[in-house]
C-alpha cells in the first residue's frame, strides 16, 4: 500500500468508491455504476483513472486485454486523512466542535446516538 497521501478530488473519490466497493473492476465497470447517479462519459472517466494511477491512488493490472484497476488506499485510511485534513482547515483541530456542528444540523436516529454513546464510553474506559 502506498504511504503517501495524496488528496483525491471530488471525481477521484467517485471512482475510489466504486473500486471499494465492486474491488477490482475495468473502466467500463466503474463507468456503468457512476453512470447510476451521475451521467459521465467513458473516456472522463478513462482519463481520470489515468491520472490516478500516475498519482499513485489506483494501479492498473494490464496483463490482459481489458485492464483491471484497484484502488491502491483503503476506504478507512483514505476517510482518516481527509478527516484529518477538514478537522484541521475547518473546525481548527477541535473535533468537539466537529461533532457539536455536525449533532447540531443532522438530526441523528437512536441507533446513531446508542452507537455514539458507545464510543464515547470505550474512549472514556481507554483512559
Known sequence: MNTHHTRPTESELQILQVLWDRGPSTVREV???????????YTTTLKLMQIMVDKSLVTRDTSSRTHVYVA?????????????????????????????QTLGSHTASKEELAEIKKLITKLENQK
Open 31 to 41: 463507468n456503468d455504476e457512476i453512470n447510476k447517479t451521475k451521467e459521465t462519459g
Open 72 to 100: 491502491n488506499l483503503s476506504e478507512v485510511d483514505t476517510q482518516r486523512h481527509l478527516l484529518k485534513d477538514f478537522l484541521k482547515t475547518t473546525f481548527k483541530g477541535s473535533a468537539m466542535s466537529l461533532v457539536m
